[in-house]
Structures are given as structure tokens and as C-alpha cells.
């Protein structure tokens, strides 16, 4: 009977404790709701901190960033020149040195108005391999190898759109879209050995592309933007659902808002 109450008592403390609320690390700066100045400077401060991500609050590592699968090309094969090109393998570094520079939204009522957060990263570094497939004319493209990618003077804006979860009677927020609009000063791509028996035309490949990336991001950006998408709902998405809102803001807010 002795060992079935101290069963009993054990499962209780682990409901009890399972059901607590999590709050944030001490050190975190807390805000009033809307107060965007203040959640700016906290925001950069977690960012600086914290590149290995807190694992406690849904935040994941910002210095290494795993980036899924993406095809970049998906030509019909017809024609003397078409083209499939697939990124898989991918990580990004930098977003780590990101500064949030502006924001939208983060009042009371989250739904109210869309969320955006704008931001900057010196250089995003992208590495992956890849699988190239294709023809141009007389010549037939049936490769892989490694690819590394610098954006550089990269900025976003991120567009968020959320709704509210309750559980245990408390509010988390899930988002249901996040719209990336990103600029970027260049892009700097190399790949390797695109060409394995002939180096020179490989180099005469990455400098075509380098010459002309506008007019390949351009063509590429709707995947490339799903990517960013996928990548930064993943930042972002984690907090949320560990993290109550309303525990990211200070407790005696008593109503006064910063417009943003």
C-alpha cells in the first residue's frame, strides 16, 4: 500500500510539473507589450548571447542552421537547353551576427495586425551539395559536387501571420505564415567541379553566374524563398511554442502601448 502512494504522489508531482509554464532564462530582457524599442534590444541581446541557441525555450542554434532540401531548377527536358538542379546537405552560417533593426506588431492581441520583424546579416554563408543534370546544345550537364554561397549585405523583412493556442490556460502562438521578402548587396556562388574533366569550363560556369547573378536569383527566387521560409519559421517557431507570450512581456504592463 506504501509503495502504491508513493507511485501515486510521483505521478502527481510529474503532472504538476509538466503542466508549469515555462518561463524565460534570468538575463533575458523582458518589455511591456508593443514597446518595440525595448523588445529590438532584447531580441539582439538574445541573438549576441546566445549562438548555441537555448534549448529550454524552443531556441535553436543560430550559428550552424539546417536548411532543407531545395530544387532550384526543374526544366523540361526538351529543347537544346534545359536544366535540373537540386541543394541538398545544407547548412547556414551567420545568422548568429543578425541585428533586428525594425518591428511591427508584438502588442497585446498578437493576431491583431501582422507581425514583421526586418533585420541585416553581413554575409549568410550557404553550403551544400548538389545534383546538376541537363543540356546545353552539344553539351550534356550529369554532376555533383559542392557548392558554397555568400549573401552578402543580406536584409529581410519577415512577415508573420499567427494565431493563438491555448493550453493549460495559457496562450502560445503558432505560426501560420511567414512571407520573407530578403535583398541582398551580391551573391557571391561557387561550384565545384560542375565540369570534372575540365576545370576551365567549370570556372568559365561560375563566372558566368557570378557575372549575372541578379538575373539567376531572379529566376530562382520563389524556391529560394521558400527555403528562407522554412528556415526562419523554424527560428522563430520554436520560442513560440514553448515559450507563453504573454511570458515574454513584463507582468505590470498595465496597458500602455508603443505604436510601432
Same mark, same amino acid.
Given at each position: 500500500?506504501?509503495?502504491?502512494?508513493?507511485v #501515486? =504522489?510521483?505521478l502527481?508531482?510529474?503532472?504538476?510539473?509538466?503542466?508549469?509554464?515555462?518561463?524565460?532564462?534570468?538575463?533575458i530582457?523582458?518589455?511591456?507589450?508593443?514597446?518595440?524599442?525595448?523588445?529590438?534590444?532584447?531580441?539582439n541581446?538574445?541573438?549576441?548571447?546566445?549562438?548555441?541557441?537555448?534549448?529550454? =525555450?524552443?531556441?535553436?542554434?543560430t550559428d550552424?542552421?539546417?536548411?532543407?532540401n531545395?530544387?532550384?531548377? %526543374?526544366n523540361?527536358e526538351?529543347?537544346?537547353?534545359?536544366?535540373?538542379?537540386?541543394?541538398?546537405?545544407?547548412i547556414?552560417?551567420g545568422?548568429?551576427?543578425?541585428?533586428?533593426?525594425?518591428l511591427?506588431?508584438?502588442g497585446?492581441?498578437?493576431t491583431?495586425?501582422?507581425m514583421e520583424?526586418h533585420?541585416?546579416?553581413?554575409?549568410?554563408?550557404?553550403?551544400?551539395?548538389?545534383?546538376?543534370?541537363? +543540356?546545353v546544345?552539344?553539351?550534356?550537364?550529369?554532376?555533383?559536387?559542392?557548392?558554397?554561397?555568400?549573401?552578402q549585405?543580406?536584409?529581410?523583412?519577415?512577415?508573420l501571420?499567427?494565431?493563438?493556442?491555448? +493550453?493549460n %490556460?495559457t +496562450?502560445y502562438?503558432?505560426?501560420?505564415?511567414?512571407v520573407?521578402? #530578403?535583398?541582398?548587396?551580391?551573391?557571391?556562388?561557387?561550384?565545384?567541379e560542375?565540369?570534372?574533366?575540365?576545370?576551365?569550363?567549370?570556372?568559365?560556369?561560375?563566372?558566368?553566374?557570378?557575372?549575372?547573378? #541578379?538575373?539567376?536569383y531572379?529566376e530562382?527566387?520563389?524556391?529560394?524563398?521558400?527555403?528562407?521560409?522554412?528556415?526562419?519559421?523554424?527560428l522563430?517557431?520554436?520560442?513560440?511554442?514553448? #515559450?507563453p507570450?504573454?511570458?515574454?512581456?513584463?507582468?505590470?504592463?498595465?496597458g500602455?502601448?508603443?505604436?510601432?
Amino acid at each position: 500500500m506504501l509503495g502504491i502512494l508513493k507511485v #501515486v =504522489i510521483s505521478l502527481q508531482f510529474l503532472v504538476v510539473f509538466r503542466c508549469q509554464t515555462l518561463t524565460l532564462p534570468k538575463g533575458i530582457q523582458k518589455c511591456n507589450y508593443g514597446d518595440l524599442k525595448c523588445i529590438i534590444e532584447s531580441m539582439n541581446n538574445v541573438i549576441k548571447q546566445f549562438p548555441k541557441g537555448i534549448p529550454a =525555450i524552443g531556441m535553436i542554434p543560430t550559428d550552424v542552421v539546417d536548411v532543407p532540401n531545395l530544387e532550384l531548377w %526543374n526544366n523540361d527536358e526538351s529543347g537544346g537547353v534545359w536544366l535540373k538542379f537540386q541543394l541538398f546537405n545544407q547548412i547556414n552560417y551567420g545568422f548568429e551576427n543578425t541585428t533586428i533593426t525594425k518591428l511591427k506588431g508584438f502588442g497585446r492581441d498578437p493576431t491583431a495586425t501582422t507581425m514583421e520583424i526586418h533585420g541585416q546579416i553581413p554575409s549568410l554563408i550557404h553550403k551544400g551539395s548538389y545534383i546538376a543534370t541537363g +543540356r546545353v546544345g552539344f553539351t550534356i550537364i550529369n554532376t555533383t559536387g559542392e557548392s558554397v554561397s555568400d549573401f552578402q549585405h543580406f536584409q529581410f523583412t519577415l512577415k508573420l501571420k499567427v494565431i493563438t493556442e491555448y +493550453r493549460n %490556460n495559457t +496562450r502560445y502562438l503558432k505560426i501560420y505564415e511567414l512571407v520573407p521578402i #530578403v535583398k541582398m548587396k551580391r551573391w557571391i556562388l561557387w561550384l565545384d567541379e560542375f565540369f570534372k574533366e575540365n576545370s576551365d569550363l567549370t570556372l568559365a560556369v561560375n563566372k558566368v553566374f557570378n557575372a549575372h547573378w #541578379v538575373e539567376f536569383y531572379n529566376e530562382m527566387e520563389p524556391s529560394i524563398l521558400d527555403a528562407f521560409s522554412k528556415v526562419f519559421t523554424s527560428l522563430i517557431g520554436g520560442i513560440f511554442h514553448k #515559450v507563453p507570450y504573454d511570458e515574454l512581456f513584463l507582468k505590470n504592463d498595465f496597458g500602455n502601448e508603443q505604436k510601432s
